[in-house]
């Protein structure tokens, strides 16, 4: 028995489930970095606040949806739940000054910024205008945060090393891309096919820079910490003292 386009679509979902569990987990390491050191110093709370916002907009993206949204619930609650808890230890390990700037930004951004939009889509449309806004809104956050593997690319060329962007993260999230555009396309739902698009195209980007530059001399550069996003996820980079330890994030939509 042949199966349906709604078929395909749910092993797609379950696929990029898998994967983006995965990568929301990823950031692990780094945060047991932390609780090592008992000191967030270093380190930016950024990716995890864009994370969050974007595992939020899904979630309501998806309950607006109702229709075949099983999967983007599944995910996304998964989603808000780990990047809460990597924002409450890093205010918890955090200096006092990192500390109120994360607060501010959540306040900004989770609070105050998707509050707005909820109440202005809840008040000021129904249906499936309503959808459609969201929807769009979604799209250009993800489109926004998919752009920003420029930035990784134009370290490793600048610097000739790869060290900043591990090649199996750039080929998961690559997969995890294509995993989601199909899923959205056999849904025929454009607002999450269209910015995936986006995320397997700058993950192939990635890949073929990594290659070309894996064996090349690096050009010493000031000692870098924090955080660089990938492919609308994170790689965080930290370097204490001599010791290697670098940590792919999972922030950024999964979606």
Known sequence: MAMTRESWAFVFGIIGNI???????????????????????????????????????????????????????TINTFGIVVESAYIIMFLIYAPKKQRLSTIKL????????????????????????????IGWICLVFN??????PLFVISKVIRSRSV?????????????????WFFYGLLLRDYYVALPNTLGFVFGIIQMVVYLIYRNATPVVEAPMKGQELSGGHI???????TDPNRAGGGAGSKV
Do not use: C, H
Not at 26 to 34: D, E, N, R
Not at 106 to 123: I, W
Not at 143 to 148: L, P, R
């Open 19 to 73: 994967i983006s569990f995965a990568v929301f987990l990823s950031p692990l390491p780094t945060f047991y970095v932390i609780f090592k050191k008992k000191s967030a110093e270093g380190f930016q709370a950024l990716p995890y606040v864009v994370a969050l916002f974007s595992a939020m907009l899904w979630i309501y993206y998806a309950f607006v949806k109702r229709e075949s949204a099983l999967l983007l619930i």
């Open 106 to 133: 959540l306040l900004l951004l989770n609070v105050f910024g998707f509050g707005a939009m909820l109440l202005s889509t809840l008040y000021l449309s129904k249906g499936a205008k309503r959808l459609a806004i």
């Open 143 to 148: 489109i926004s945060v998919f752009a920003t």
């Open 163 to 179: 060290e900043y962007m591990p090649f199996f993260l750039s080929f998961f999230l690559t997969i995890n891309a294509v995993m």
């Open 235 to 241: 790689i965080d980079v930290v370097k204490i003292g």
